[in-house]
């Protein structure tokens, strides 16, 4: 296990490398100075624009200003924003709780339905109950969600008018960070009616985000299942005269969870994407909306850390996955 | 009274290219403390059959059978929850691959203590012993030690003591052994033999042994059954059928031995057994039989009297003098 | 003896099935899969016929008839069968325009996705190790990226247009094929026929292209389905978002875009073009889950 550990960390290495240049050479490669776009409309004199690329280092060599910003990172320094004048990192990071509090309720919103939902679909496969919900994951899988959104809001915001349209919580509501998440810090805030607001801000966003992880956890948990209870040990454990619910729900679901894990890890990185338009679509002060407001003022700074976090996030949510799946695959733990 | 008693039991298969009849019309009774071997080659049924007597087959399967009785009571009208109260209790059975026949996931203590919970009164601590002994009974050194081992960790003869262990856990009357030692190291495979010959005679259940291999079934079993493309071709006890095969197909088994060999050169039967698209109009043997005539190719053999072993054929050989008088 | 086998041969009542009909057949047994071919093929002829079939230019503001319903509704005409858009536009020509620029970035990406890819997988397969390493390196480095932000920002640099959303997409398409190809050239490469091959004296690139190849593509087929729509979805969402096709092509998910303000008040104009979206991407993927039922021994009913 241990070696397996090591293995896996060392990998981490040279692709955190590669992602630290990728994202560095956006900067290089944008169209534009991004010295001129800086100073915007008011324009530049000869002497100021020298001084600035002084002060930016880009007229030193780029492998220097590689290792410059490689350094930089390690120490959390990911430069400033160009037009707030806020270090990236802090950016990020003041931001990050939105998009990690939609991620897990909509992740968590996906598990607790798919996983059953694929299980009894395997079981009771080819019957009306596995078709049904099987052509729905379908129809949930090639769902354009930023649509599907649209649509979630003229019906559930617009005609019933259960839901609000944006943001996270009523502006009525008033009170300090303490953690960033919505949903404890209203609780926390004791302001009568805030959680509830919260809660209901955040209902049509989960349901968007976590539509499509949902149809793939779905899928995956019953073809997983599917190809497990063809196994020779299911037949053992059936012939031992266990309940069919003990035979699905343990002999079963355990081994078919290990390919699901992995799925689950997987699409960490759909909700990312998917993040980028839920948070536009119902202006969520998250990562997603930053990026592509950053994107749309050409804030390179912003651009080129955000896309470093953003991926660095992925690696490590896919490392703990394959730790996990470590730990779930005894043929692994014990090797 | 036999303790299963099958009688006409056919299996067929739904497939994308339409249905295939995997067991035909099979007949089979074995009495407690009988030990029986069902003998043919991959594909003749065999082991289909009895997964259709202890409710194993998957969903894509049909059973049509006169009788399935185990114990005087027919399997088919028990309710689910009754007959899982049988099945790995009274009527145990134990698979081919032993290494992928328990659960990767859980350790073998946990498989079989599970076991144990279902069908008996134990608690834990008794559990425990009862798991211990039971290691110890089939041959499994440092018992205790091995409990709380994973499967993959164990080697594939150890694996099927593992598989026996389970299997007799509950003292069952009727255990059914697929070809336990198919995928073993030869040396091991006498071991499992003895091994489960010697739990026969030691708690008196009944066996049912389901082999290719007629040198196991020669130095084993009691009562014969032969299979061949899903039907019984012979039945008979062990000695006769050795020394007066009816059926051709059991004689060419047997001249197939090694140990029989008259000539230099082994002698084989030819061609393999059909499949689901060519199975032969009349006998199914009559493509290989090196005895079939246009009648053979045609007509489907009847089924001949005990006296000549059941033989489902036209032409039995061997025919005992008094028999061909009736 | 050889009475035996000249009886084998006469005992053959139904013939086994050839394979690509054993494909069909299975193929056609998915209800769901058939139903997905034949809406992708009335796709693929609306892409095709778009100028004849549309009854105005997607691109012609009638002034007169701002925000028509369709038919169906109170104020809805014949003359706009689905109702106008904003400008005037008929709905109807747009949408079946906007086939024509889905099928176009499907095809596009996936030509491109799966030649780059599968060249990629297979030198990684029979590469020496350090290079697989390095190309898996890097496929692991385009894949830590979220691929819609990947897209959202190689179209960035390369200005918004729904060609630098085909190249963006394609681009973080690619890996998938990469990892695909290799891992089934890993699998091909140690059986038998393969070493019988190289033992035969084939070359590296008959090996490669001949020997190894055509026993990898099934599950490539199955990718290319998949990533046809996952291609057609992306390129949406970068419409959408302003950073795909720009106003005023008739692209499905521009046309969202221009919609949006009009959510509550014109519901066709929002409506229409994301059940454009869907039909066609849930059509391909039915047909990918079929194509993979029937090119997958292993999930066929046994």
Request: net charge neutral.
């Amino acid at each position: 296990m241990l070696r397996y550990v090591l293995a896996r960390l060392l990998t981490f290495v040279p692709t955190f490398i590669g992602v630290t240049l990728v994202s560095f050479s956006f900067i290089r490669l944008l169209p534009g100075d991004p010295i001129i776009v800086m100073a915007g409309e008011r324009g530049l004199t000869e002497e100021r624009y020298a001084e600035l690329q002084q002060q930016f280092g880009f007229d030193r060599p780029l492998w220097v200003q590689f290792w410059d910003y490689f350094t930089g990172v390690l120490q959390g320094d990911l430069g400033q924003s160009f037009v707030t004048k806020r270090p990236v990192w802090d950016e990020f990071f003041t931001l990050f709780p939105a998009t990690l509090e939609l991620s897990l309720c909509a992740i968590i919103f996906a598990i607790v339905l798919g996983l059953p939902a694929g299980v009894i679909a395997a079981v009771y496969r080819g019957k009306f109950f596995d078709r049904a919900l099987m052509s729905t994951a379908l129809v949930g899988y090639s769902m354009p969600i930023f649509w599907w959104a649209l649509l979630l809001i003229i019906v559930v915001s617009g005609n019933l008018g259960w839901t609000p349209v944006s943001g996270r919580i009523d502006l009525l509501y008033f009170f300090d960070d303490v953690t960033g998440f919505m949903l404890i810090d209203s609780l926390l805030s004791g302001q009568e009616g805030a959680f509830t607001s919260a809660v209901r801000h955040l209902i049509l966003p989960t349901i968007v985000l976590g539509t499509i992880p949902l149809a793939v956890i779905a899928r995956q948990t019953r073809s997983a299942m599917l190809e497990v209870l063809s196994e020779d040990y299911i037949r053992t454990a059936r012939a031992k005269g266990l309940r069919p619910s003990r035979v699905n729900g343990l002999h079963a679901l355990r081994n078919a969870m290990i390919p699901v894990i992995t799925v689950i890890g997987l699409s960490v990185g759909t909700l990312m994407a998917g993040a980028i338009l839920t948070e536009t679509i119902f202006s969520w002060p998250g990562i997603g909306k930053w990026m592509v407001d950053s994107i749309f003022r050409r804030d390179y700074p912003v651009v080129q850390g955000g896309l470093l976090l953003i991926a660095v996030i992925v690696m490590i949510v896919n490392l703990t996955v394959d730790l996990l799946y470590g730990l779930i695959n005894p043929k692994i733990r014990k090797r | 009274m036999s303790l299963l008693d099958i009688r006409n039991l056919s299996v067929d298969f739904a497939t994308s290219t339409g249905t295939f009849r995997a067991v035909d019309s099979v007949d089979l009774s074995v009495d407690a403390g009988d030990l029986h071997a069902i003998v043919g080659e991959s594909g003749s049924g065999k082991s289909v059959s009895m997964l259709a007597a202890m409710g194993l087959l998957p969903w894509t399967a049909t059973i049509t059978a006169d009788t399935l009785a185990f114990d005087g009571r027919d399997l088919r009208d028990l309710s689910p929850r009754a007959r899982r109260r049988i099945i790995g209790k009274d009527m145990s059975m134990i698979f081919q691959e032993p290494m992928s026949s328990l659960n990767p996931c859980f350790t073998v203590g946990f498989q079989i203590k599970e076991a144990l919970r279902q069908h008996l009164d134990l608690d834990r601590k008794q559990r425990h012993a009862r798991a211990i002994e039971l290691f110890e009974m089939v041959g499994i050194p440092a018992p205790e030690k091995r409990l709380s081992a994973f499967p993959h960790q164990l080697s594939g003869g150890m694996n099927q003591r593992v598989m026996i262990a389970m299997a007799i856990a509950c003292k069952p009357r009727l255990l059914i052994a697929d070809e336990p030692t198919t995928a073993l190291d030869v040396t091991i495979q006498a071991q499992i033999l003895d091994l489960l010959t010697g739990l026969q005679a030691e708690t008196g259940m009944a066996l049912i042994l389901i082999t290719h291999d007629m040198g196991v079934v020669a130095e084993t079993a009691r009562r014969v059954s032969v299979q061949y493309a899903g039907q019984k071709v012979e039945e008979q006890e062990v000695a006769s059928l050795f020394s007066d095969p009816h059926h051709p197909y059991t004689a060419a088994l047997l001249a197939a031995l090694p140990e029989r060999a008259t000539e230099r050169r082994l002698p084989t039967i030819p061609g393999v057994v059909p499949g689901q698209h060519d199975r032969p109009e009349g006998c199914l043997f009559s493509p290989r039989c090196k005895f079939a005539d246009e009648r053979c190719r045609t007509v489907p053999p009847p089924v001949q009297p005990p006296a000549i072993g059941l033989a489902r054929c036209h032409y039995p050989l061997n025919v005992p003098e008094e028999a061909d008088a009736i | 003896m050889s009475d035996a086998s000249t009886t084998i041969a006469r005992t053959v009542p139904t013939r086994r099935p050839g394979r690509l009909k054993d494909f069909w057949s299975s193929f056609r047994e998915n209800r769901g899969a058939v139903i997905g071919l034949y809406v992708f093929a009335a796709f693929v002829l609306i892409a095709i016929g778009a100028d004849i079939l549309a009854p105005y230019d997607p691109t012609a503001q009638h002034r007169a008839f701002t925000l028509v319903p369709p038919v169906w509704q109170d104020g809805g005409t014949w003359q706009f069968p689905l109702g106008t858009d904003p400008l005037g536009r008929d709905m109807l020509s747009r949408l079946l325009h906007g086939a024509r620029f889905s099928f176009f970035v499907g095809i596009v990406v996936v030509v491109v996705a799966a030649s780059g890819g599968i060249m990629i997988g297979l030198i990684a397969g029979f590469a020496p190790r350090w290079l697989d390493t390095i190309i898996m390196r890097i496929m692991d480095i385009i894949l830590a990226f979220p691929s819609l932000l990947l897209a959202l920002a190689l179209v960035a640099i390369l200005g918004p247009s729904l060609i630098n959303a085909m190249i963006a997409i394609a681009l973080v398409l690619q890996p998938h094929y990469v990892r695909l190809t290799r891992a089934s050239v890993l699998n091909e490469r140690g059986k038998d026929y393969v070493v019988s091959a190289r033992v035969a004296g084939a070359g590296l690139l008959r090996l490669m292209f001949i020997t190894v190849l055509p026993n990898c593509l099934g599950p490539i087929i199955v990718q290319a389905a998949l990533s046809f729509s996952t291609a057609i979805l992306d390129a949406a969402a970068l419409g959408f978002l302003g950073m795909g096709a720009q106003p005023p092509t008739p692209e499905w998910g521009t046309m969202l875009a221009e919609a949006r303000e009009f959510i509550l008040r014109a519901w066709w104009v929002v409506t229409l073009p994301g059940v454009a979206i869907l039909v066609t991407v849930l059509a391909i993927n039915l047909m990918g889950d079929g194509l993979r039922d029937a090119l997958d021994p292993k999930l066929k009913r046994s």
